[in-house]
């Protein structure tokens, strides 16, 4: 069973322990695979902040990936900051959320809790990796794929170029040009970050992402409180 092509061996960051919580949890679940690819991973920024979107061994089977192909498939399955599932559940359908990679984003459609998914593919078993708080992990039904997507540039979230594995620092590629919100006057206004585009999508920045989040977590806890 042919499934992955493996380049030539190169230096990889050191794992944190809440990588190597994170990736036992995976191992007791069953996602070999995509343990693997963590393993050969260069990348630095997927080590901590992050939710993997993780397909099962048998579709990953099916999809042979190059070994230079690793980063970008790691950074297309990673939303860059830890989400447990019941935080997605409060993000509208035909939002927008950014991954690690540039220009490539999740739109979220769904029907009730057990049929939730980014951009056509399904979350099939949430709430994997759980134990510690800076990495989720979530089982889907698929591969995310590069697609055609004629979006503008997303702004990065701390300046910092990711896509050579390097981390290095460079300007934000696109300042906004104006505000994209076209939200009518008479709709209430979406969450912090959350804006509309020349569609009937929603966007979130990464630093909207983090606001919308917190601010569920805030009202969680009050809630809790009273």
């Known amino acids: 069973m042919s499934l992955i092509c493996l380049s030539n061996p190169t230096s990889t960051p050191?794992?944190?322990?809440?990588?190597?919580?994170a990736m036992e949890e995976m191992r007791r679940a069953n996602y070999f695979t995509f343990v693997m690819l963590i393993n050969m991973s260069t990348l630095h920024q997927i080590r901590e902040n992050v939710t993997f979107l993780m397909p099962s061994d048998r579709i990953l089977s099916r999809n042979g990936i190059p070994g230079n192909s690793i980063s970008n498939f790691l950074l297309r399955h990673s939303i860059p900051l830890p989400l447990l599932f019941d935080y997605l559940q409060h993000f509208p359908?035909?939002?927008i959320l950014p991954t690690l990679k540039e220009n490539f984003t999740l739109t979220i459609s769904k029907s009730g809790r057990r049929s939730?998914?980014?951009n056509n593919v399904k979350i099939t078993t949430p709430n994997i990796c759980t134990a510690r708080s800076s990495i989720r992990c979530h089982g889907i039904d698929g591969v995310l794929q590069e697609d055609n997507s004629t979006f503008p540039p997303w702004p990065t979230c701390t300046g910092t170029d990711y896509s050579n594995?390097?981390?290095t620092t460079v300007p934000p590629p696109w300042s906004g040009g104006g505000s994209l919100n076209t939200t009518p006057a008479a709709t209430a206004p979406p969450p912090m970050g959350l804006n509309a585009g020349s569609g009937s999508y929603r966007r979130l920045t990464c630093r909207g992402l983090l606001g919308f989040v917190t601010c569920h977590m805030m009202v969680f806890v009050v809630g809790w409180n009273m």
């Open 165 to 167: 594995g390097t981390g």
């Open 116 to 118: 939730f998914f980014l």
């Open 14 to 21: 050191p794992i944190n322990q809440d990588l190597e919580v």
């Open 93 to 95: 359908t035909s939002s």
